[in-house]
């Protein structure tokens, strides 16, 4: 029912140049909201449906759970403009890594603070950027090798400087510590080269790898930076800044350990680490946590290459149960890719759960709800784009859709347009 879907107008208060978001009344399923827009659109493009009531949600629980530390919101993650904002209208702040990062926030929040809410937190970073960043006035950014802090001799010598700290993050599914971090030994020569070049070492940050599947990362992590505290005292450094980084999960289904596990495990160390720390402001940049479940996809089937047209002509239930169902393969090709926002089937080994939404009156799946081995292809030319080998799945028809939960982190934001293909389509919905 169309009428149920109305633009949300305390949003349309809120952001008046913005997109319009759909009030969904209470009771509607996910597949009842991609159906309507499917109906809506009447084109077989893919699309996504945010669901931008997800952000405060977040955000909310976030400050139940850690009152203390501040949000600094990974912008890499996904840059919806709403995500962005609301982050913002709710007091918190940005990781960005680049020129374009900091421009986007920079555009839909021209009157941030950037020397309170902003943090470049990459440590390798061109001078290009470094003088952009200096030039918005961003006060705080993270070092982990030495040649970073001659350059920031030369091109930011102000700059408020953590020292970015190596972590146990094998267990993630991305682990970052292979690429970036100093040891012990490198933070020692990191706090000796600051003092002769009259830098400003103000604290340290560590990321324990995005999608952390290890209770003890967190514990570990904070014990390291606890010694890098102590060592910085030897060097005349005080240090008054913990940044925690991300790898919380962005939702809790089937991920252990859980946010709340994971908050528990973080307020133990602190307490156990840095029992006095009413000087310390200690900050995170969670990504995925904001944006991985407020996103779904929703796209089509654009071709099939079906093995069992035969099996679909028995016209007897005993002719259909005496298949061999294992041996029926049916072959899917749908219009988004893993050169689009599925990319994390490569990436992370991403298992997205599919809800297939088939055509109302759909001859050939009429009353069979048998699910068979199926493949689905992306629409590309490659035929590396798998986006599923062997998933089950009913008997599907082109112009059937499917629903795949939850890419809202790392999805939109790696898309690429190869051979073509994007999905450039929105929908926005505020949930009651
Ligand atoms: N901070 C830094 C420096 C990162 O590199 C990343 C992810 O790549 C994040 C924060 C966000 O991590 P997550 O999405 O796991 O919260």
């Given at each position: 029912n169309k009428k149920q879907f109305q633009v949300d107008v305390q949003l349309k208060k809120i952001f008046p140049d913005h997109t319009d978001v759909y009030h969904v009344p209470h009771g509607q399923s996910d597949q009842d909201i991609a159906r309507h827009f499917i109906n809506e659109i009447g084109t077989d493009d893919p699309f996504?449906?945010?669901?931008?009531?997800?952000?405060?949600?977040?955000?909310?629980?976030?400050?139940?759970?850690?009152?203390?530390?501040?949000?600094?919101?990974?912008?890499?993650?996904?840059?919806n403009d709403f995500l962005i904002k609301?982050?913002?209208?709710?007091?918190?702040?940005?990781?960005?890594?680049?020129?374009?990062?900091?421009?986007t926030v920079l555009a839909l929040c021209p009157d941030i603070?950037?020397?309170?809410?902003?943090?470049?937190a990459h440590?390798?970073?061109?001078?290009?950027?470094?003088?952009?960043?200096?030039?918005?006035?961003?006060?705080?950014?993270?070092?982990?090798?030495?040649?970073?802090?001659?350059?920031?001799?030369?091109?930011?010598?102000?700059?408020?400087?953590?020292?970015?700290?190596?972590?146990?993050?094998?267990k993630s599914l991305i682990s970052f510590s292979d690429k970036f971090g100093a040891?012990?030994?490198?933070?020692?020569?990191?706090?000796?080269?600051?003092?002769?070049?009259?830098?400003?070492?103000?604290?340290?940050?560590?990321h324990v790898g995005t999608g952390c599947y290890d209770d003890n990362a967190f514990q570990h992590a904070l014990q390291f930076a606890q010694q890098i505290f102590h060592i910085a005292k030897k060097y005349q450094f005080h240090l008054t800044i913990l940044d925690i980084g991300g790898?919380?999960?962005?939702?809790?289904?089937?991920?252990?350990?859980?946010?709340?596990?994971?908050?528990?495990?973080?307020?133990?160390?602190l307490d156990e680490y840095f029992p006095q720390r009413e000087n310390i402001q200690i900050i995170a940049e969670p990504g995925r946590y904001f944006a991985a479940a407020s996103m779904d996809l929703v796209?089509?089937?654009?071709?099939?290459?079906?093995?069992?047209?035969?099996?679909?002509?028995?016209?007897?239930?005993?002719?259909?149960?005496?298949?061999?169902?294992?041996?029926?393969?049916?072959?899917?090709?749908?219009?988004?890719s893993t050169y689009g926002s599925l990319s994390n089937i490569l990436y992370e080994n991403t298992t997205y759960s599919i809800t297939c939404l088939r055509k109302e009156h759909s001859q050939l799946v009429e009353h069979?709800?048998?699910?068979?081995?199926?493949?689905?292809?992306?629409?590309?030319?490659?035929?590396?784009?798998?986006?599923?080998?062997?998933?089950?799945?009913?008997?599907?028809?082109?112009?059937?859709?499917?629903?795949?939960?939850h890419v809202g982190a790392y999805s939109s934001s790696l898309s690429m347009k190869f051979n073509g293909f994007q999905t450039t389509k929105y929908y926005y919905i505020w949930k009651d």
């Open positions: 996504y449906i945010v669901d931008v009531s997800h952000y405060p949600k977040q955000y909310m629980k976030w400050k139940c759970y850690f009152p203390d530390i501040q949000v600094f919101y990974a912008m890499k993650t996904n840059d609301i982050i913002e209208r709710l007091g918190g702040g940005f990781d960005c890594a680049s020129i374009n990062e900091l421009k603070d950037c020397s309170k809410r902003i943090i470049y440590p390798c970073k061109p001078i290009s950027h470094i003088k952009y960043f200096q030039e918005k006035n961003v006060q705080l950014t993270v070092v982990d090798n030495e040649d970073e802090l001659i350059k920031l001799e030369k091109h930011w010598p102000n700059v408020q400087i953590l020292i970015r700290l190596k972590t146990k993050d094998s040891n012990e030994h490198i933070a020692t020569r990191l706090f000796q080269l600051a003092k002769k070049l009259n830098l400003n070492i103000v604290g340290c940050a560590f790898g919380f999960p962005g939702f809790d289904e089937d991920h252990r350990p859980s946010f709340s596990q994971l908050a528990q495990t973080i307020q133990q160390s796209a089509s089937i654009i071709a099939c290459r079906s093995n069992n047209k035969d099996y679909l002509n028995f016209s007897s239930k005993e002719e259909k149960e005496n298949v061999d169902k294992d041996l029926i393969d049916n072959i899917y090709y749908i219009n988004e069979d709800e048998t699910k068979y081995k199926s493949i689905v292809y992306g629409p590309t030319c490659d035929s590396l784009d798998i986006v599923s080998l062997g998933v089950d799945l009913p008997l599907l028809n082109i112009g059937d859709h499917l629903l795949f939960y």
